[in-house]
């Protein structure tokens, strides 16, 4: 499980979390069910992650027999990420969720 347990960001990091939310968005607009997006965004994250996984084994029996260690890993990780989310729209609810509207400047 060495290429999982690699946690490494580097400076494009947020970039492409901005890219990803960005096409996520554009489904929404276009009138997705945002739940019908999330479904396929959280998928296709699971299905990424599980090529991630089984690209560090040589042989699937090994890849097998650490199952569970790679869905521990995966599942912590996906819930530091969502809890570190979850207080950032707690403690900034109002802003993110009730923008001011903007004013026009058209007369």
Do not use: C
């Not at 060495?2 to 009138?31: C, L, M, P, W």
């Not at 890993?73 to 819930?79: I, S």
């Amino acid at each position: 499980m060495s290429k999982t347990e690699e946690k490494k960001t580097d400076e494009q990091f947020y970039a492409r979390v901005d890219t990803h939310i960005a096409i996520a968005n554009g489904y929404v607009k276009s009138k997705v069910e945002p739940t019908f997006e999330s479904n396929s965004f959280m998928f296709a994250a699971s299905r990424f992650n599980t090529w991630l996984a089984a690209s560090g084994y040589a042989k699937v029996e090994d890849f097998a027999n650490e199952k569970e260690k790679i869905l521990d890993f995966f599942l912590n990780q996906y819930k530091l990420m969502l809890d570190e989310n979850l207080d950032d729209y707690i403690k900034n609810f109002d802003k993110y969720m009730n923008p001011p509207k903007e004013t026009s400047t058209k007369e």
